[in-house]
């Protein structure tokens, strides 16, 4: 046991009045955040299980995750409740929702009342959205998580260096990119709200965990993380169906989304090409930086879903041209729209 892991069982001693507990461990995310299951020899508050999360204060912030739960509550999404926190040591302890994650469960036949129930409860997060309440996810912001492909996907995995016309055309990308994205309509965003992040839930599904960097911006983003997944493919007939499934409840229920379909699908896409680009630099990162080689492998379906867009739109045809150039692939013939 650590000295985090010590501190922490004695701040949980004190939180459970001094109730009698076992520690596994739950998981680790992409951040310095871990996770443990602390197992009650007696139910506490009527749970036999709950979450203990471990922020270390120097690499984290454990106020946003308590402020987003408790908006998120109140919208009656299923988060973690935060039955005790010690923020200024970076300890938390949460109801458990389980560890039957959709990535676990997701195939063929349960797909379609899973994406269902996700998106049911994605349009329940935005019509509870306020401006004011969240970060803004402005064009700096936008522009910070691009930056980290050539940082790290292209310097460091990659090995490459780009030169003046290639910064070119990935600046231009990215304004090409911001500029729609920062036109669309703007709500609660997750901004992970993929098959990893969500849960099996008997009740209220799916649980969603991993909310805190939440930010308030383009409303097409959260359905890109579900439906274009780093971990997970559908065919793209599969993807357009669930989109329109999302779609449609959603203009009925009043969230600004275009009113022709084939609008909000570039809207969609386009968002989705910022989001492959950011996390095929922050997969590098984790994987260089912060030594977690197993999203390495998670990369090249990022890119594939990266490439598809780009073969797509004739504004994107210089990306696709770069990445071609990058990895020395000889360029296909697609079609544009």
């Known amino acids: 046991m650590d000295d985090r892991q010590q501190q922490l069982s004695t701040w949980l001693k004190k939180a459970l009045q001094q109730a009698d507990f076992t520690l596994t461990t739950a998981s680790a995310d992409a951040s310095f955040r871990r996770y443990f299951r602390v197992h009650l020899d007696a139910p506490y508050l009527g749970h036999q299980t709950l979450i203990a999360m471990d922020a270390p204060p120097a690499q984290e912030d454990c106020t946003p995750f308590v ?4 908006l998120f509550l109140d919208a009656r999404l299923n988060v973690p409740q ?6 200024a040591h970076g300890f938390l302890l949460l109801s458990d929702l389980g560890d039957d994650t959709y990535l676990t469960q997701l195939d063929s036949q349960s797909a379609p009342k899973l994406y269902q129930d996700a998106t049911n409860a994605l349009i329940k997060m935005q019509l509870a959205s306020k401006a004011n309440v969240l970060p803004v996810y402005d064009e700096v912001l936008l522009t910070r998580e ?3 492909f050539p940082d790290w996907y292209v310097a460091k995995h990659l090995n490459a260096n780009l030169n003046i016309a290639q910064q070119a055309v990935l600046k231009n990308t990215f304004e090409v990119l911001n500029k729609n994205i920062l036109s669309q309509g703007t709500v609660y965003v997750h901004r992970d709200y993929h098959s990893r992040n969500l849960m099996i839930a008997p009740e209220n599904n799916p649980g969603i965990l991993d909310f805190q960097d939440a930010v308030y911006g383009a409303i097409s983003y959260d359905l890109v993380s579900l439906l274009k997944d780093a971990y997970i493919s559908w065919e793209e007939e599969q993807i357009i169906d669930w989109a329109v499934r999302y779609w449609q409840p959603a203009k009925k229920a009043g969230l600004p989304v275009p009113d022709d379909f084939s609008e909000f699908y570039r809207n969609f896409e386009w968002m989705g090409a910022q989001r492959h680009i950011k996390v095929l630099g922050i ?4 994987g260089y930086r912060d030594g977690k080689e197993a999203y390495l492998k998670d990369m090249p379906l990022v890119m594939t879903h990266l490439r598809k867009v780009c073969e797509r739109y004739v504004e994107l045809r210089p990306m ?3 990445l071609n150039q990058l990895e020395n692939v000889k360029p296909q013939e697609g079609f544009t729209f």
């Open 67 to 70: 402020h987003i739960a408790k």
């Open 82 to 87: 935060v039955l005790a926190q010690d923020l």
């Open 146 to 148: 691009m930056q980290l």
């Open 283 to 286: 997969f590098a990162r984790l």
């Open 320 to 322: 696709l041209r770069l």
